[in-house]
T-cell receptor, first 114, second 111 residues
Framework: AQSVSQHNHHVILSEAASLELGCNYS??????LFWYVQYPGQHLQLLLK??????LVKGIKGFEAEFIKSKFSFNLRKPSVQWSDTAEYFC????????????FGAGTILRVKS | EAEVAQSPRYKITEKSQAVAFWCDPI?????LYWYRQILGQGPELLVQ????????DSQLPKDRFSAERLKGVDSTLKIQPAELGDSAMYLC?????????FGPGTRLTVT
């Protein structure tokens, strides 16, 4: 079965600091990888996704993530965070062998201090 | 922009009562999902529909939970009887070829 681990449950940063949120998954086959974000009071929404090709993917609002297959990792990065990035971030994975069912990590709550 | 609709947004019920949640996916989306999100955890799939058929309900506690999507459009998730441990956010999502789109969720509190 697939599982997803997010390394930090809470992260506090000052504005303009760099962000990296860790995500590791456990599945040896071909996977699709996602980062979702949930801003306070809003729906879960897709930040970025990786299906194939260039392992460095760029998403909305200046976020990017790098797929490192050998490390089973898909870490999320942003060079300079803003107060408006305060949200909960979820890493997720699916695989065709599992019916494309999305398996989520526990989430990381990011608070950006202004 | 089309969105997934859910109602109610909040529900408080007493233990052993029945509750029902409704979801209307984005028009044209054949695949619909119900997730449960317990506080401090990520969403966990309860049931997946392809049109009106259940594709995956392996994580659905079938002794008390049921889900239907009779005409392959909107869907209802029911809990009977509700237990204290059912307190959670219940999310609905629908999918196009590339991604899942989530609704605002129903926050259930069982007292």
């Amino acid at each position: 079965a697939q599982s997803v681990s997010q390394h930090n449950h809470h992260v506090i940063l000052s504005e303009a600091a760099s962000l990296e949120l860790g995500c590791n998954y456990s599945y040896g086959g071909t996977v699709n990888l996602f980062w979702y974000v949930q801003y306070p009071g809003q729906h879960l929404q897709l930040l970025l996704k990786y299906f194939s090709g260039d392992p460095l993917v760029k998403g909305i609002k200046g976020f990017e993530a790098e797929f490192i297959k050998s490390k089973f990792s898909f870490n999320l990065r942003k060079p300079s965070v803003q107060w408006s990035d305060t949200a909960e971030y979820f890493c997720a994975v699916n695989a065709r062998e599992y019916g494309n069912k999305l398996v989520f990590g526990a989430g990381t709550i990011l608070r950006v201090k202004s | 922009e089309a969105e997934v609709a859910q109602s109610p947004r909040y529900k408080i019920t007493e233990k052993s009562q029945a509750v029902a949640f409704w979801c209307d996916p984005i028009s044209g989306h054949a695949t619909l999902y119900w997730y449960r999100q317990i506080l401090g955890q990520g969403p966990e799939l309860l049931v997946q529909f392809q049109d009106e058929s259940v594709v995956d309900d392996s994580q659905l506690p079938k002794d008390r939970f049921s889900a239907e999507r009779l005409k392959g459009v909107d869907s209802t998730l029911k809990i009977q009887p509700a237990e204290l441990g059912d307190s959670a956010m219940y999310l609905c999502a629908s999918r196009d070829s590339y991604e899942q789109y989530f609704g605002p969720g129903t926050r259930l509190t069982v007292t």
